[in-house]
């Protein structure tokens, strides 16, 4: 009877420790379901800055202890925009390493090395910054800059950083644009590889980088010769009468000479007056019985004026 009542008991200890270990799996995998949806702000394109927004989603994970192969499916709740899609082009395993996600988004928004080596150079203070705010955005900026060039934090390689983006922003465009593309670790190699470049193309290292603008057929312009237009003779004179780069073949018939016509010629004989609107008439004297007059008439039209 004690034996059976013993077995009991620690049948009964037993079924406890089961629902006691179905009680921690369940609070765990609750647990878990709550990291997919942590309870952090959706990220704004356009409005939050990628990284501070990255890092406040990773020092919120650490200090709820999630496990770091969930981080991926929960940071992929909070995405909107241009981060959902970038997101959404990524394979099935690359979506599922944090690394990789976080890799991809900072490629999406610039956030590469060379992107803060830019932003490091060139930013300026916001509207709202004060100077010790904007101290800490430059130093930011520099250390991601160095973080992500893979550079240790030591003067050397410090020293070589510095020099490494000085020779580039120096050198023909060209030459600073094969260079990072092999990856080049030290100064000395660079120094090899840009002379064997340099050698190779018959140049020097001051020589810069010639830009061949060629000029489309169809939009090429041609030269315009402009002739200067005639001075005028008289206030009756059309301007339009002879088009600027054209040559004026018109014939005199009173100087024989090709420029102009009859009525604008300056080589008249010494009885001929100018009147009126250009109109060149001819001055007589007219006498009859009782008066004498004095008339002015035009050789083509016979009119005459007292």
């Known amino acids: 009877m004690r034996l059976e009542t013993e077995m009991k008991m620690l049948q009964a200890k037993m079924q406890a420790g089961i629902v006691k270990e179905e009680t921690v799996g369940n609070a765990s995998r609750i647990n878990d379901a709550s990291a997919k949806h942590p309870k952090l702000p959706h990220f704004q394109d356009g409005k939050d800055d990628l990284d501070i927004w990255l890092t406040r989603f990773e020092r919120f994970a650490e200090s709820n202890s999630w496990s770091r192969d969930k981080w991926s499916s929960s940071l992929c709740a909070l995405l909107t925009g241009r981060t959902l899609d970038c997101y959404g082009r990524l394979s099935s395993e690359q979506a599922q390493d944090y690394d990789k996600v976080k890799q991809a988004l900072m490629k999406r928004y ?10 490091f150079q060139s930013c300026k203070p916001a509207e709202s910054e004060s100077p010790d705010m904007f101290i800490v955005r430059i130093v930011t900026y520099l250390d991601r800059w160095i ?3 893979r550079t240790e934090k030591s003067y050397e390689k410090l020293k070589d950083l510095i020099v490494r983006e000085q020779f580039m922003d120096a050198c023909p465009e060209d030459l600073a644009t094969s260079l990072p593309e ?17 050698q190779a193309r018959h140049r020097k290292l001051c020589d810069q980088t010639r830009r061949v603008f060629q000029n489309n057929a169809r939009h090429k312009v041609e030269p315009v010769r402009l002739i200067e237009p005639e001075k005028r003779l008289n206030s009756g004179q059309r301007t339009g009468e002879a088009k ?6 018109r014939l005199c018939f009173k100087c024989k000479k090709t420029g102009h016509i009859t009525r604008y010629c300056t080589a008249v ?6 009147a009126g609107a ?8 007219v006498k009859t019985a009782e008066e004498t007059y004095r008339g002015l008439y035009d050789e083509g039209d016979g009119q005459s004026s007292k």
């Not at 092999?182 to 340099?198: M, Q, V």
Request: aromatic share 4%.
């Open 110 to 119: 610039d956030l590469t090395e060379d992107g803060y080596r830019r932003k």
């Open 147 to 149: 973080e992500l060039s």
């Open 182 to 198: 092999k990856d080049l670790p030290t100064l000395e190699r660079i120094a090899k590889e840009a002379d064997l470049f340099l």
């Open 244 to 249: 600027a780069g054209v040559a004026d073949q």
């Open 269 to 274: 004989d010494s009885t001929m007056k100018k």
């Open 278 to 285: 250009g109109v060149v008439l001819k001055a007589t004297e």
